[in-house]
């Protein structure tokens, strides 16, 4: 009899785990990219108001597409020791283990330098600023749940509304990249996904976006 209650309850402990893994995959699906111009300029305005960190860690995710855990991590002895003329960050994947090189672009390399000059002295790209009392120990980034807060009631003030998280930089930079004409095999690799088909899911582009393509662009 023990036996068959533990034999249950082991079960039942494994379809609430799948629940909430299917749970959690069909949020991540509804939250959305920043696809239009009049938007990001909103969001931006309205993260500045929040606090400059948080535009600053927006500007930096849409600018590499790197996966929250990773951005966050990244020390400021890392940064400060970018090359100016080849600015090649390298970093390993949390998700995957991987090695992965890089290359900061202006909008990037903006967030650092003002980040150095305001902030040169924190271990940490992103640091908390409730942890720079000299007394404290183990400097920790600010918290990616506070961070998508932030996003998310952002979103929810800009016009149209966006249901926005911290995976939203990755989906605006894969959106935005399509839109100009980067070929989705290409957006696929930059994410490290296993086929193009998921990255299009993954940045919105679902079968009524490129119908509206078709239908719209008359060459």
Do not use: C
Not at 4 to 32: G, P
Not at 37 to 42: K, P, V, Y
Not at 81 to 93: G, K, Q
Not at 192 to 206: E, F, K, N, Q
């Amino acid at each position: 009899m023990i036996s068959r209650v533990r034999r249950f309850d082991f079960r039942l402990n494994w379809s609430q785990n799948e629940r909430f893994s299917l749970k959690r995959t069909r949020l991540m699906q509804e939250v959305e990219a920043v696809k239009a111009a009049g938007q990001l300029a909103q969001l931006e305005a309205a993260l500045a108001e929040r606090g400059a960190i948080y535009l600053d860690v927006w500007k930096f995710g849409v600018n590499t597409a790197l996966r929250i855990t990773d951005l966050l991590s990244i020390p400021m002895a890392d940064v400060r020791a970018l090359d100016v003329d080849d600015p090649v960050l390298a970093i390993r994947e949390s998700k995957t283990g991987k090695r992965r090189t890089i290359t900061l672009n202006r909008g990037a390399l903006a967030v650092v330098e003002r980040r150095l000059e305001r902030y040169g002295d924190d271990a940490l790209l992103f640091q908390s600023t409730s942890l720079r009392h000299p007394r404290r120990e183990s400097p920790k980034p600010i918290m990616r749940k506070a961070i998508g807060r932030v996003f998310a009631a952002a979103g929810e003030g800009i016009r149209p509304r966006a249901r926005l998280s911290t995976h939203s930089m990755r989906k605006t930079r894969g959106y935005a990249m399509h839109a100009a004409g980067v070929r989705i095999e290409e957006i696929a690799r930059m994410f490290g996904h296993s086929h193009p088909a998921v990255t299009m899911r993954y940045i919105g582009l679902d079968a009524a976006t490129v119908r509206r393509g078709y239908e719209e662009f008359v060459l």
